[in-house]
């Protein structure tokens, strides 16, 4: 089964930062990664396809890149509204399988 | 636009089963693949299982085996998701979701595991 780890697990950022969220896969997936945005009691919204796809109505503020094994999520400039846990998710083979989730907390 | 609408709440007490709801509108079922997807109380994602139209068939993660199943009913365009042999660990907010493809969720179902 492929796993899938991201870093960090947890960080603090302000409004208006940039920041990147890496994931990584034990195998590799060519461009079979989702990334989704998770609010606290609400269920999680897709993101990005394809690695790199932006799904439609998300902020290009969103994007991202990667493939193979290594794939990151960048935030352009952080907005209040970012702030929340953030998975990514491969689905190149059965198992499918997320990351243990990012938490991104305001500074 | 796809919505997507589970059933409510439960409250089950170790042994028993619980099935899940997964309401289609916007689409047909049989236009969508429909995965589960769990999260314990303060944890991540796990996947539980799922349809892989490639095949054609369900995949079920291993962790389920033997313990779920997962059904469509064509004719309403619902979903199903039954979990047996309820144990406290199986405490969690259930999803169904199109993940990937589509991107829906649904609202979630919490399901509660005590005796």
């Known amino acids: 089964a492929i796993r899938m780890t991201q870093s960090p697990s947890s960080f603090s950022a302000s409004t208006g930062d940039r920041v990147t969220i890496t994931c990584r896969a034990s195998q590799g997936i060519s461009s079979y990664l989702a990334w989704y945005q998770q609010k606290p009691g609400k269920a999680p919204k897709l993101l990005i396809y394809a690695a790199s796809t932006l799904q439609s109505g998300v902020p290009s503020r969103f994007s991202g890149s990667g493939s193979g094994t290594d794939f990151t999520l960048t935030i352009s400039c952080l907005q209040s509204e970012d702030f929340a846990t953030y998975y990514c998710?491969?689905?190149?083979?059965?198992?499918?399988?997320f990351g243990q989730g990012t938490r991104l907390e305001i500074k | 636009q796809v919505q997507l609408v589970q059933s409510g709440a439960e409250v089950k007490k170790p042994g028993a089963s619980v099935k899940v709801s997964c309401k289609v509108s916007g689409y047909t079922l049989t236009e969508l693949s429909m995965h589960w997807v769990r999260q314990a109380p303060g944890k991540g994602l796990e996947w539980m299982g799922g349809f892989d139209p490639e095949d054609g068939e369900t995949i079920y993660a291993q962790k389920f085996q033997g313990r779920v199943t997962m059904t469509e009913d064509t004719s309403t365009d619902t979903a199903y998701m039954e979990l047996s042999s309820l144990r406290s660990e199986d405490t969690a907010v259930y999803y169904c979701?199109?993940?990937?493809?589509?991107?829906?969720w649904g609202q979630g179902t919490l399901v509660t595991v005590s005796s």
């Open positions: 998710q491969q689905y190149y083979s059965y198992p499918l399988a």
């Open positions: 979701a199109t993940l990937w493809n589509k991107g829906n």
